[in-house]
């Protein structure tokens, strides 16, 4: 079984920065990638951001250039730096962890509020 924890989120202001966390617990061993995804109410939930075991990243267009996805393999945590935040950058944004297998869990989600 995997725990995926996220912090980090909250309000602010259109213009400025926040870094999300997102700790892996349990048997994480062998997994793919990790990701970021957020979703708002009455919409699908959507990529933002994955990186791989071997640190490669992708990122949604829509992001690209402002956020930046990371990892720290002993710390089991991916992090989600989120700079020149736009208001239609709120959501909330979920962690997600993916096997090769298919199998993949899911964080329960922190809240990020842009104000302009």
């Known amino acids: 079984q995997v725990q995926l924890v996220e912090s980090g989120g909250g309000l602010v202001q259109a213009g400025g920065s926040l870094r999300l966390s997102c700790v892996a617990s349990?048997?994480?061993?062998?997994?793919?990638?990790m990701g970021w995804y957020r979703q708002v109410p009455g919409k699908q939930r959507e990529l933002v951001a994955t990186?791989?075991?071997?640190?490669?990243?992708n990122y949604a267009d829509s992001v690209k250039g402002r956020f930046t996805i990371s990892g720290d393999t002993a710390k089991n945590t991916v992090y989600l730096l989120m700079n020149g935040l736009k208001p239609e950058d709120t959501a909330v944004y979920y962690c997600?962890?993916?096997?090769?297998?298919?199998?993949?869990?899911w964080g329960k989600g922190t809240l990020v509020t842009v104000s302009s």
């Open positions: 990186i791989t075991r071997g640190g490669i990243t």
């Open positions: 997600n962890l993916h096997f090769l297998s298919g199998v993949e869990y």
């Open positions: 349990g048997t994480i061993f062998g997994f793919n990638h």
